[in-house]
């Protein structure tokens, strides 16, 4: 029996919350609904009371467990801060105490964040059964342990539309996607990692809803501006509801599945006037919370301002490092389309001041509508996370290949131990460690009108290619998901090589590199150019220096060693791609 209880009802904006052995707050904001229903099982729907603040709130009797959703007028609809649905974004919510998920049940592996080597991978193709369970019980993840990796990120959970997607388009940002299945078997993968001594990151997306399924934006229009962005509507962070409502989702999803640190999609993308920056006071938030083991906050931010991931900024520990990609990607493989338009006119330049600043886009002269940015060469080098390939880098090609595609084996392999050796934060893509060849084209479960806009708005972003996206996989077919699964038998030829190089260089990589990149850097990075495509890297740090000498082009020079060189590591032969790293006193 589900009964109302209209006493001592908290000043809560969001959710479904315990409020005892039995009890529930529920309030929704939606200042310009007059009235709101809530359904509760098959009890008689209860009217809400709507307070001043524009809050709809009930308290209730009821099992943890039960159906519960809204309703103006209308069909009933899931709650936007719902923890569990019953079945995808259009399915009622259930009311659960995330307290009892079990999170934290096994010990973080608490790494600081200049440890971290990330692998990152989506949970729909990480297995061919693309759940949670799957994932905690791979022989994958093991192997990931295995050879050197510290830490996983998974790509965004939240609940999206359909049954399979990338997870970017999350209209209910607080419940895990329901084809993964429950909140308990999250938990149980996370719990998982962290006995391989996995630290576990989630990437989380607050800059815009999917376009199907957010009811908010007809329940509640003042959560947005009347302005829209490349994705859907903007967000009106200047709001305290609204910051609370992602705030609170960021929290509960280190609260209660116990995770080591967030990826903050897009935060450039988040514009707000307000100070602190929604984002500042995010980082904040958590900075001032006892979790009681070490958080870590990464964000993804394409302005290339760097305040907010100065350490003396005491905010976030790193920023992904697009440009690196860009300028080595481009070199390679002499693309020009989309983003990497603004790195043709000299990507080995592009590159080399990458690797010695962080960054390249620093606030200097370049082409029309290229300059951005801020200094970055003060930064120390683990505030940049360095890349080869993410999901982006492969999705956002009209048959999703990846770089090993492109460039061939013996190019990628050196390009792979070279970001593995570098000062800076190396992040992989799921099967990167095997060389893996498989694509992983965007994809998504849209059809009707939704679907076309978006195939024809992925069609426009390769117009500069020579097929001009015609060629483009189908995203909507069920089929294309089963393509991105990384691991498929037989694996690579050459996987046990790509295995061992990748233990290889991250053994000597905790073992000495890391010590020395610890003792700080003791003046300007040096990189100059080897041949066409090549470089020397000479990263200069108080207990030595690091040189990196990596060949992409058959027959580039084979410097001489310089004197008091001693060698650490060496990938191919004279005349072949190549990669050496030694260490000068």
């Known amino acids: 029996m589900h009964t109302r209880d209209e006493t001592s009802i908290t000043p809560q904006v969001w959710g479904a919350r315990p409020a005892g052995p039995g009890r529930w707050d529920i309030a929704l904001w939606a200042p310009s609904t007059d009235s709101l229903t ?6 008689v729907p209860l009217p809400m009371l709507r307070g001043a603040d524009g809050v709809h709130r009930a308290r209730v009797q009821a099992a943890e467990g039960t159906r519960y959703a809204f309703s103006t007028t209308g069909a009933p609809f899931a709650d936007p801060a719902s923890l569990h649905q019953e079945a995808g974004v259009e399915g009622w919510s259930i009311l659960r105490d995330p307290s009892r998920f079990g999170g934290g049940a096994t010990a973080s ?54 049954t399979r997607g990338w997870g970017y388009d999350s209209v209910l940002p607080w419940a895990p996607q329901h084809t993964y299945g429950p909140p308990e078997d999250l938990v149980a993968l996370v719990d998982a990692a962290h006995r391989l001594g996995l630290s576990v990151y989630l990437d989380v997306v607050f800059n815009h809803f999917g376009p199907k399924g957010a009811n908010l934006e007809q329940l509640c229009p003042e959560f947005f501006l009347d302005d829209s962005n490349d994705w859907g509507r903007k967000i009106d962070f200047r709001r305290p509801e609204v910051r609370a409502y992602v705030i609170g989702c960021a929290l ?16 450039h993308s988040m514009e707000d006037p307000s100070d602190p920056h929604v984002v500042v006071e995010l980082a904040q938030t958590i900075r001032q919370t ?23 900024a005491g905010l976030f520990d790193a920023t992904w490092d697009d440009d690196y990609h860009h300028a080595l990607h481009v070199l390679l493989t002499g693309e020009s389309f ?16 990458a ?61 792979h131990a070279f970001l593995l050796s570098a000062p800076y934060t190396p992040l992989i893509f799921m099967g990167e460690e095997i060389g893996s060849r498989r694509p992983f084209p965007w994809f998504a479960d849209y059809t009707g009108k939704i679907a076309t806009k978006m195939r024809d708005g992925r069609v426009k972003q390769f117009e500069d290619l020579p097929g001009k996206g015609q060629d483009m996989i189908d995203p909507f077919d069920p089929a294309t998901l089963s393509l991105a699964w990384p691991y498929a038998t037989p694996e690579p030829g050459d996987a046990a090589l790509w295995l061992e190089v990748t233990r290889t260089v991250l053994d000597l990589r905790r073992e000495q590199l890391l010590p020395l990149f610890r003792s700080g850097r003791r003046r300007e990075f040096q990189i100059t150019p080897l041949g066409k495509r090549g470089l020397t890297a000479l990263w200069h740090f ?6 990196a000498d990596i060949a992409f082009d058959l027959g580039n020079p084979e410097p001489e060693p310089p004197p008091g060189y001693q060698p650490l590591y060496q990938l191919g032969q004279a005349g072949t791609p190549r990669f050496r790293l030694g260490r000068l006193a």
């Open 290 to 312: 006892d979790f009681g083991r070490p958080i870590h906050l990464v964000a993804e931010d394409s302005s290339n301002t760097v305040g907010w991931y100065d350490p003396a």
């Open 38 to 43: 809530l359904h509760l099982g098959d009890a």
């Open 542 to 547: 108080r207990d030595g220096t690091l040189q």
């Open 109 to 162: 592996p608490a790494r600081p964040f200049d440890e971290s080597v990330i692998c990152e991978l989506h949970i729909g193709s990480f297995t061919p059964e693309g759940t949670f369970r799957a994932a905690a019980h791979s022989p994958n993840l093991k192997r990931l342990a295995d050879i050197g990796i510290t830490a996983i990120e998974i790509m965004p959970l939240g609940q999206f539309p359909g």
């Open 338 to 353: 989309g983003y990497y338009k603004a790195f043709v006119k000299d990507p080995g330049a592009d590159l080399r001041l």
């Open 252 to 267: 509960h999803w280190l609260h209660a599945y116990g995770f080591d640190g967030l990826r903050l999609d897009a935060v």
């Open 355 to 415: 690797l010695r600043d962080g960054q390249t886009l620093q606030g200097q002269p370049r082409a029309a509508g290229q300059s951005k940015g801020e200094p970055s060469g003060h930064l120390p080098p683990h505030c940049f996370v360095n890349f080869n390939l993410n999901h982006d880098h492969a999705g956002n090609r009209p048959k999703g290949e990846r770089l090993i595609s492109l460039i061939g084996a013996d190019r990628a392999l050196v390009a």
